[in-house]
């Protein structure tokens, strides 16, 4: 049972460039979202998705974009990175949304130069 | 908007000590509270959870009760353990939390033998 993967584990990029951070879930979850840690900062919601074909907008999702074209998986696209976007990602899946408990990938460690 | 607050560590102890990390929170309605662990180059997993004014949440000798009146969800442990060594992370959903988790900054914890 692989839960929520995510890859790459690691990231070195330079300002300007893209790429996309992968997730995916097989557990047949509905809800998805990604998050990003900083250090003092806890963790704070990017984008999330209810299900294939939705996606909405979190806390902090200037510079990212997402897509949801089926259930497993959601990418997170950085389209021309920044300093700024140095950090931890994490991705997260659910049942549904409410109380339900959140399942987390092992996280991107993501620098940008 | 909702917010959680939480003590910062590092909070350091040694084996077999008691265990308090303060969590309160500010949300609209009646939230669902959460206590999540992360270890050394991992993902966030959950502890334990309640969803209603005075449930207990307990999980691997950890627990902590929804107090509506304080606004208050503190994890206590009786006995800790090295393997106990984590970052703790408090956190809420309210409404239909759709929006995801909003967490604390995290608490640092270090147990030494």
């Known amino acids: 049972n692989a839960g929520v993967t995510q890859t790459p584990k690691f990231q070195v990029l330079k300002t300007g460039q893209s790429m996309t951070l992968q997730c995916a879930q097989d557990?047949?979850?509905?809800?998805m979202s990604w998050y990003r840690q900083d250090p003092g900062m806890g963790l704070r919601l990017i984008h999330y998705s209810v299900g294939a074909g939705i996606t909405d907008q979190g806390e902090v999702p200037n510079g990212y974009n997402v897509s949801r074209s089926t259930t497993e998986d959601f990418p997170l696209r950085l389209l021309s990175a920044a300093p700024s976007q140095t950090s931890v990602y994490f991705c997260?899946?659910?049942?549904?949304?409410?109380?339900?408990?959140?399942?987390f990938g092992d996280g991107t460690r993501l620098s940008i130069l | 908007g909702d917010s959680v607050t939480q003590m910062e560590g590092p909070v350091t102890l040694s084996e077999e000590a008691f265990l308090t990390i303060n969590c309160t929170y500010t949300a609209t309605g009646y939230p669902s509270l959460f206590w999540y662990v992360q270890y050394p180059g991992e993902g966030l997993q959950l502890l334990l959870k309640?969803?209603?004014?005075?449930d207990k949440g307990s999980n691997k000798g950890f627990e902590a009760t929804y107090r509506k009146e304080t606004t208050s969800f503190h994890l206590e442990k009786g006995s800790v353990q090295v393997s106990d060594s984590a970052v703790y992370f408090c956190a809420l959903i309210s409404g239909g939390g759709a929006d995801g988790l909003t967490f604390g900054k995290g608490t640092h914890l270090i147990i030494q033998p």
């Open positions: 997260a899946s659910s049942l549904g949304h409410g109380n339900q408990p959140q399942h």
């Open positions: 557990m047949n979850h509905e809800y």
């Open positions: 309640a969803t209603k004014a005075d």
